[in-house]
């Protein structure tokens, strides 16, 4: 047993260690985060004081300060200390993972599919963005409470919120889970959102308006989602890029939020009326495939939130959703994000080419992710399900 976990974790690990050893550049995110982290060290103890940095949740401010102290003291560079959180959770992904197959509950593929996952690859080691720790988090929660450990699957779900806000999207559908009492469900949302809340207090103590303007403004970006596609379609047309900031984008940006939330509070509904039979893991699944369709202004690290949850039960759906939104993040990466994958910008025609594989995967991803949620909703339709039985 321990053999066949060690193969998947092992190769996980080499993948991920020359993707970080040949990204080990400060730009781009981790430019942002190196800023972060010298304002920590040698400015202020609030990372919230920053200008237009948009820091993250505490947890990650503290993680890039470790990065930026061991590098002043010889050990490792920034952008790879700063990467080694991420690295470690994409292992400890694969091990849950295997763990789930093991119990029953996971395709026995889907460490393996996780090790050598694309979108993974691009999005941790070599971008640096940090997805993959709430999502390590959110997959504890929903296997605890597979294992009726409804406080532990809370607690989990805790860490993955005051480490990104995105897994709050899953709350409802654990907490609801097994169709709980809602006196059951409040305890679970209390005990899920209340260590986000008191880690942020302090912040919000000293400075309320610098929290709200550098946590909580933040919109989204128009890399990818229906406004990514605009944007590259309007830059195939016209030979100029419009600006990707939420401000640049003030009507979709509105829209999308209707949209989504509206189709959130409906699937959330659904599931807990039984018109949706879907269990946990499935429906969180849905809400993030759900953003995935309807949001607008997404950034490149969004695209790995279906993929763990999505590979407990792997299939097509899941596999032309790898191919892509890896096309996709390799056009950005090479188009708008230099020195990412590359040392030396593209110019030229290679540059062009780098654009339109970026709006080709951009829009084969919003295809795909409505696709899958499609095809998702379809299978757990309660009537559906009522009348074949």
Known sequence: MRRALLAPVLLALALRLVAVLATDRVVADVERYERVARHLLDVSWNPYETKRLYPYPPPWAAAEA??????????????ANVKLPVLAADLLLVVLLAAAARAGRASPLAPWLYAVHPVSLLVGAAHGQF?????LFLLLAVEALAREKRDASALALSAAIATKSFPVLALPFLALDARASW??????????????????????????GALRREL????????????????????????????????????????????????????????RLGRLRLDAARASLAAMLAFLGLYGLQSAQY???????????????????????????VGFYLFLAPGVLLPAPL?????????????????????????????LLRAGDGRRIRAES
């Open 66 to 79: 470790a990065a930026e102290w061991l590098a002043r003291h010889g050990v490792g560079s920034f952008a």
């Open 303 to 329: 695209l790995l939130w279906a993929v763990p949850l999505g590979l407990l039960r792997p299939g097509r759906a899941s596999a032309l959703y790898a191919a892509a939104a890896t096309a996709g993040l």
């Open 183 to 208: 006196r059951s469900a409040a305890r679970y949302a209390a005990i899920a959102l209340a260590p986000g809340a008191l880690l942020l207090l302090p912040f919000a103590i000293a400075d309320a």
């Open 216 to 271: 909580f403004a933040y919109g989204g970006i128009a890399d990818f989602g229906w406004t990514g596609v605009l944007r590259g379609l309007e830059w195939l047309a016209t030979g100029a890029l419009p600006r990707s900031e939420a401000r640049s984008w003030p009507v979709a940006s509105a829209v999308s939020k209707a949209l989504f939330l509206a189709a959130w509070a409906g699937l959330v509904l659904a599931v």
């Open 347 to 375: 110019e030229g025609e290679a540059l062009v080419r780098a654009g339109r594989l970026w709006l080709f995967g951009t829009a084969a991803t919003l295809v795909t992710s409505v696709a899958w949620l499609y095809a």
């Open 131 to 135: 997805d993959a720790l709430p999502l």
